[in-house]
């Protein structure tokens, strides 16, 4: 039998899980990565290399399933020039504030505008355990 694809989310260190909350809450529906790391698992709990249609468990930080969700999107863009849709989906307030929150986050790269991202857009298909029980 073969499992599902897995996805994590990092939020400022390992004991935050405020982007798997966000996504249980059905706020947050996209995500970005170099678009040359994409196809890279990054340890036992985030397999890489989505594609549209595939079904995945989200874990958190500490390796607890929490939900599964459908991707519906991958596609390839630059930080100088993404669309609006990958904002929103990542919780931002613009396009502004997308690139602020990713120079934090991604201080060990050189964040010009023609960087290449590789966008994942997805839909929360099933909450498995609650986000009031998030540490």
Sequence with gaps: M????????WGEDENDDSLIREVLEGKK???VCKADEYDLPEGD????????????????????????????EVYRTTFGNFPDKLWMGEVCRDAEH???????CWPEYDLTDD?????????????????????
């Design 2 to 9: 073969t499992r599902f694809k897995r996805m994590q989310f």
């Design 29 to 31: 529906t996209a995500t």
């Design 45 to 72: 709990y985030d397999d890489g290399g989505w594609e549209t249609g595939d079904l995945v468990e989200v874990y958190d930080n500490h390796q607890k399933l929490r939900c599964l969700i459908e991707i519906t």
């Design 98 to 104: 997308f690139r602020e929150a990713h120079r934090h």
């Design 115 to 135: 960087f290449d991202m590789m966008a994942t857009h997805f839909r929360l298909v099933k909450i498995i355990d609650s986000p009031d029980t998030l540490s």
